[in-house]
């Protein structure tokens, strides 16, 4: 009988939603307290879920309960020094994207978490889907020759709660991009360098029942270098009506292209066309057990069963890197190095080329 993770979950707001059903699922997880600062939320999950402990203020959970997982789903400006507190103390986090707003703070997280022994891990999850799977497997198996050409495409019109998602901090690319960018560098593999447009097209909106001023990017366009001459075309925003959702990724090689139907946190299935078969045939339409909230079963079943997960905190800060670029490429009008690097490709245990 495995132990199973005793997971802790700060934040109560819209996400935890989908995380708290997902959760509950688990063989591997238990969630054993609910904290927010607007504490009827958290006392309305612990009803609903049955949690045991309730908490409003994150410094007295992590001192007076002991748990090996903290979920982080508060607003993204808050997730650095929250993640902070958990990783001190000496437990993993789990952490809505992204994992830090600020570059420093990330490598700090990171650090923090090597030298007590434990792991940061962010959202998104859609590496483990079975279309990102079998995209990257096409790729690596050298079936499309050489891809060398992708685009992402990811938008609606925003939300209408939640004032900080249009304040410096929030913005389409971190909120909406991060999912195309995690996706494609997840394909592609890293990214050296970054160029960039970024502005606010929808300069004041109602947020919560208030006219509030955007000071966050809503409509931003982004071409990343992977080197080699491979480039990738990334779009996103808070301006979308609606997008086709024939498909949202495409990756295009020079023997063939494979493009993901729906979108990335929520895929239908790989349409792909090879030299070889020379038609389009359309695969991996069934998602298994894949949600896109499931990122903390996933790491839960990990830390209880030993097994190494497929991805890295390091691939979330080089996310993270890639989209600060991107807002000083779009500031600057110059080209942005990245520094960072990751662990590629990413393949699911038992998927082989
Ligand atoms: N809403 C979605 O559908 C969705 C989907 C995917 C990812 N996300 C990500 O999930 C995260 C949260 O988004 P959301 O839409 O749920 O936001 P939200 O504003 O609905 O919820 C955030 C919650 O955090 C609480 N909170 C803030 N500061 C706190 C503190 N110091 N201590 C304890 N609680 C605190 C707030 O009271 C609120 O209940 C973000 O990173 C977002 O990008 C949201």
């Not at 940061?120 to 050489?146: D, H, N, V």
Request: aromatic letters at 8%.
């Amino acid at each position: 009988m495995t132990k199973k993770i005793r997971v802790a979950i700060v934040g109560c707001g819209s996400v935890s939603g989908s995380y708290l059903p997902q959760l509950m699922k688990s063989d591997f997880a238990e969630v054993v307290a609910v904290c927010d600062m607007a504490v009827e939320r958290a006392q309305k999950h612990a009803a609903d879920f049955n949690v045991p402990n309730v908490f409003n203020d994150l410094d007295q959970m992590v001192e007076e309960l002991e748990f090996d997982l903290l979920v982080n789903l508060t607003s993204m400006n808050l997730h650095g020094p929250l993640n902070k507190k958990a990783l001190a103390k000496g437990i993993n986090v789990w952490c809505e994207k992204p994992i830090a707003t600020d570059l420093n703070t990330a490598h700090e997280l990171l650090n923090l978490a090597k030298e007590k022994g434990v792991g940061i891990w962010g959202a998104p999850y859609t590496l483990l889907s079975p279309a990102f799977q079998e995209m990257a497997k096409r790729i690596a198996s050298g079936e499309l020759g050489k891809a060398c050409t992708a685009h992402g495409l990811y938008g609606w019109e925003g939300p209408s709660w939640g004032k900080w998602f249009y304040k410096k901090g929030g913005g389409s690319l971190f909120d909406l991009g991060v999912y195309n960018v995690t996706t494609l560098t997840g394909l592609l593999g890293p990214v050296q360098s970054v160029v960039a447009m970024a502005g606010a097209a929808i300069p004041e909106r109602v947020v919560d029942g208030e006219l509030t001023t955007v000071e966050a990017d809503d409509n931003t366009a982004i071409i990343l270098d992977h080197g080699n001459a491979v480039y990738s075309v990334i779009q996103t925003g808070f301006v979308y009506k609606q997008q086709l959702e024939d498909w949202t990724i495409q990756v295009i090689g020079t023997e063939g292209t494979v493009a993901m139907e729906g979108y990335d946190w929520e895929p239908r299935g790989v349409r792909v066309f090879t030299s070889k078969s020379g038609k389009w045939d359309t695969v991996a339409k069934d998602q298994g057990e894949y949600h896109w909230a499931g990122g903390a079963n996933y790491i839960a079943e990990c830390l209880a069963t030993g097994k190494d997960p497929i991805f890295s905190g390091d691939h979330a800060l080089h996310t993270l890197e890639v989209m600060i670029a991107a807002l000083k490429s779009a500031e600057t009008g110059r080209r942005v190095t990245i520094e960072s690097s990751f662990q590629w490709p990413i393949l699911k245990e038992g998927v082989t080329v």
